[in-house]
């Protein structure tokens, strides 16, 4: 494996263009399982999940396996899946109830926040073993926050603050919760976990990529065009066909009617590109106007009218979570290797909203998550394309310079797209790459918007 | 009970049954999708869940649920020359057995069987096993299915993209 001094690193990252390498390069993803990942603010799971002391549940963080769970005085707590004896993981079920976690291979047993608590046939140890010491534990994450719900960790000791790493983006997760009547949203419906042969950060770059519906959804936009509404449905397929001819929207109107925002430490959202009834909240279904009723009686009219004004699409935090409010679905990115990641996606249920708005969550999360969706195939199938295009010894640049000299200052402090098909979000999550992996912080985008 | 009922109630039987999955089976493999299509009634569900014992697809996502509707259009995607992630095509082979009836009500009869599944596309060859529950009506040449259930061994996996239809 070749190593890579800060310099390589640094001209591998042009404003409008970078090397194909930061895909492709083992050594590279190495750097950034460190440098990124072991020190941003990482998302691991909802608090719904874990409402009661007691409760646990397993999740990947970057390539660690982790349990998060919630001590005896009701504190979240992150610990590696590691015995501090021999190694073993020690929680095996995905999720559940524990007093405390033991290991079965020799009984070593943790509280809740990853203290020992009880060491079998105790004796002959060295000196310096010592059961109250962090090394006897289960190691513990240092640092874990959790924002309206939404837990957050970073392994790095300190930093920045999880306020200050959201920034102007807490108004996306804001947005999520809002919308609920009763103020609460929780984890439920299922996961899906899907596979794709190529590099993490393609991901994001592409949840909010607004150029490619056109082409890579073309068999999935033309099948749904012609489906004829007198078929049988059960409102699942209605959704999914609905669904997909939005996708076939015309580039005049990603150029004029829709939006792209990004923000400091690579986020960005794209804004909502649905004009259908049923895909955004409308007076004219009466699903819709039912929930907008009880919105309305619970917030009252004007808090409603402010709600349902904030129109985003994919919300995007750098470097492992998507999220989006209207159809409350969530993915979590997953490194496996330079060339193969995981996503895991999640649906919410509002609170206090009617049944059937969680129903048409899951019918959307079954046609934009699913592993064998319509369209998501086909956006796997690229991710795959890209993954080969990238490996074979060609080009060494790739090109994210699309908009890059249309892009706007943004009044929170962004930088925005002139319009949707602006490749600034891609560029803005290398300007936090390089942030991270160099501790550069200017960028090259934010500097040329401000000059 | 009589006579009467038992014969409306008897169901197909279970050779007519594995004839018809065998035939399902081979329109799958030979992409055959619109006469597969066809063997669904208009109103006909197909269900892959994404969890061991699901109960509904409602309230739990699932790798396809399809209503007759969607059906129509996810097969209509298969034969777009515009569907990238068929581009090439994959090839399956489907061994379908361990046939038994497990019911049959009111013109319904529900079957469960056995397959596997091995497809192959781009150098990569996946396997693919499970249980099939066919809820069938109709006889002779004109058994439709009204639900079809797919519990894959291994639905809660992590799985790279499934396009053919199982």
């Not at chain 1, 660690?64 to 504190?75: L, S, Y």
Request: net charge neutral; hydrophobic share 35%; proline share 3%.
């Amino acid at each position: 494996m070749q190593t890579h001094s800060n310099q390589d690193l640094r001209n591998a990252v042009q404003p409008a263009r970078v090397n194909r390498r930061l895909y492709t390069d083992p050594a590279i993803f190495e750097l950034e399982m460190e440098r990124i990942f072991g020190v941003a603010w990482l998302y691991v799971g909802h608090e719904s999940q874990v409402r009661n002391p007691g409760d646990y549940f397993l999740t990947q963080v970057g390539r660690k396996a982790m349990v998060v769970t919630r001590d005896e005085t009701g504190k979240l707590r992150v610990l590696h899946n590691q015995c501090a004896h021999r190694g073993a993981m020690v929680v095996a079920s995905d999720c559940g109830h524990a007093k405390e976690f033991q290991c079965v291979y020799h009984g070593w047993t943790y509280h809740l926040d990853g203290r020992l608590k009880a060491v079998s046939l105790n004796h002959g140890y060295p000196q310096d073993f010592d059961t109250k010491s962090p090394k006897t534990s289960m190691l513990q994450v240092p640092r874990v926050e959790s924002y309206r719900g939404f837990i957050f960790i970073s392994q790095a000791e300190s930093g920045q603050s999880l306020k200050d790493y959201l920034g102007h983006m807490a108004t996306s997760i804001d947005d999520m919760v809002d919308r609920a009547p009763d103020g609460e949203i929780e984890m439920a419906g299922g996961v899906f976990r899907h596979a794709y042969n190529a590099n993490w950060k393609l991901y994001l770059e592409n949840l909010c990529d607004a150029a490619h519906p056109w082409f890579t959804h073309r068999s999935s936009i033309d099948a749904a065009q012609q489906q004829s509404d007198e078929v049988y449905s059960d409102g699942t397929g209605e959704i999914a066909i609905r669904q997909m001819r939005q996708n076939g929207a015309p580039y005049s109107f990603w150029e004029n009617q829709v939006g792209i925002w990004t923000y400091p430490n690579g986020h960005s959202y794209l804004g909502d590109y649905h004009d259908d009834k049923k895909l955004v909240a409308s007076m004219e279904d009466p699903l819709f106007r039912e929930y907008i009723g009880i919105l309305e009686a619970k917030k009252g009219k004007e808090e409603v009218k402010r709600i349902l004004e904030v129109r985003r699409w994919n919300s995007n935090l750098y470097p492992n979570l998507s999220f989006m409010s209207q159809f409350q679905q969530l993915r979590v990115v997953h490194p496996i290797s330079v060339n193969r990641t995981v996503v895991s996606t999640y649906n919410f249920r509002m609170k206090g909203a009617p049944e059937q708005m969680f129903r048409n969550t899951i019918s959307f999360a079954n046609i934009v998550n699913g592993t064998g969706s319509l369209v998501l195939t086909d956006d796997l199938e690229i991710y795959n394309r890209i993954g080969i295009g990238l490996g074979s010894d060609g080009a060494d640049w790739i090109e994210i310079g699309r908009g890059y000299l249309s892009d706007v200052r943004d009044e929170f402090g962004g930088l925005k797209g002139k319009n949707s098909t602006s490749e600034v979000y891609i560029r803005n999550m290398f300007d936090a790459w390089r942030g991270y992996m160099l501790g550069d912080e200017a960028s090259a985008s934010q500097m040329k918007a401000s000059a | 009970m009589t006579a009467t009922a038992t014969k409306i109630d008897a169901g197909l039987s279970r050779s007519e049954c594995e004839s018809f999955l065998v035939h399902e089976a081979r329109l799958l493999d030979d992409a055959r999708f619109d006469e597969w299509l066809a063997l669904f009634t208009d109103k006909a569900h197909y269900w892959v869940p994404s969890e061991p014992k699901q109960q509904s697809p409602l309230d739990t996502v699932s790798l396809m649920y399809d209503d007759r509707r969607l059906l129509e259009t996810r097969v209509r995607r298969l034969s777009s020359p515009r569907i990238y992630s068929q581009e090439p095509r994959s090839r399956t082979s489907r061994i379908v057995t361990n046939v038994t009836e497990e019911g049959a009500n009111g013109g319904e009869t529900l079957v469960r069987s056995k397959f596997t599944i091995v497809e192959y596309r781009r150098e990569e060859q996946r396997l693919f096993a499970g249980t099939y529950f066919h809820t069938l009506v109709g006889s002779g040449r004109n058994i439709r299915i009204a639900f079809k259930r797919i519990d894959l061994v291994n639905c809660d996996a992590p799985m790279d993209g499934l396009v053919v239809p199982f």
